[in-house]
C-alpha cells in the first residue's frame, strides 16, 4: 500500500467516525464545495454544500443516538490527485423514523487533493432491490 493510499483510506475512516458521531462540521469537512451527491432519498441529487448539509442533518435526525455505519468491501484507487473508492456500509441503529433494522447500502466517492487535503467532489449512494422478474 503506497502513503497516498494509506493516507486517502485515513480520510474516509475519518468520513465514516464523523458520520457515527454525528458530527456535522466534521463530516462537512470532508466535501468538496461543489459536491454532488446522488442518494436514494428525494430529490435523489444534492448540489454544493448547504444541501447536502441539509440531507446528512436529516439522516442524523432520523437516529436517536448514534449511528452505527460499518464499512466493508472497500476498494481504492489512487492515482497523483485522484482517487475513488467503493464499498458496502452496514447502517444500523436506533431510529426515529424509516426503516427498522440494518439496511445494506453501496457508497461510491470520487476525490481529489487540493493542498495536500482530499476532499469528495462526487458521492453515490444506492441500496440493493429485487425487481420481479429479473
Known sequence: MTTSESGFRAFLEGRVDAAQ??????????????IVY??????????????VRRNFVRWFDSYDGPIGLETH???VAVSGDVAFAHM????????TSGPEGDVWVRSTVCCRR???????THEHISVPISIPGH
Not at 458521531?21 to 461543489?34: C, F
Request: proline residues 4%.
Open 21 to 34: 458521531k454525528k458530527d456535522i462540521d466534521r463530516l462537512m469537512s470532508h466535501y468538496a464545495d461543489d
Open 38 to 51: 446522488f442518494d436514494v432519498v428525494p430529490p435523489l441529487q444534492f448540489a454544493g454544500t448547504e444541501d
Open 73 to 75: 468491501e472497500l476498494t
Open 88 to 95: 458496502l456500509h452496514l447502517d444500523s441503529g436506533a431510529r
Open 114 to 120: 487540493s493542498a495536500g487535503k482530499w476532499l469528495i
